[in-house]
């Protein structure tokens, strides 16, 4: 089993900055990919972006490679998401997610955090 507990959500305004981190635990040996999805009230959840545990560049969805990057830490089970220029339509909620193969916009993880809420206000 893994465990995901993200942090780091809160209010802020349009215009703003916010950092999202995710904490892996417990068998993470095996974990091939990392990635970040949200989900707003009524849709579906939505894939941002990823990056391959053990080595290589993050990827993202085509509408997210602008405002978010995302990054892990050095030797530690860190994923990080930092979302620039944000607006009202960036209000979700955010979710941490480890799967054993590749996470895409087509393939699910293997694991989800429980997610945190990020809202920016007009």
């Known amino acids: 089993q893994v465990q995901l507990r993200e942090s780091g959500g809160g209010l802020v305004q349009a215009g703003g900055s916010l950092r999202l981190s995710c904490t892996a635990s417990?068998?993470?040996?095996?974990?091939?990919?990392m990635a970040w999805f949200r989900q707003t009230p009524g849709k579906e959840r939505e894939f941002v972006g990823g990056?391959?545990?053990?080595?290589?560049?993050?990827y993202y969805a085509d509408s997210m490679k602008d405002r978010f990057t995302i990054s892990r830490g050095i030797a530690t089970n860190l994923l990080f998401l930092e979302m620039n220029r944000l607006n009202p339509e960036d209000t979700a909620v955010y979710y941490c997610?480890?799967?054993?193969?590749?996470?895409?916009?087509?393939?699910?993880?293997?694991?989800w955090g429980q997610g945190t809420q990020v809202t920016v206000s007009p």
């Open positions: 990056i391959m545990w053990r080595g290589g560049g993050p």
């Open positions: 417990g068998h993470t040996l095996n974990i091939y990919t």
């Open positions: 997610a480890a799967g054993f193969g590749i996470i895409g916009t087509r393939t699910s993880p293997d694991y």
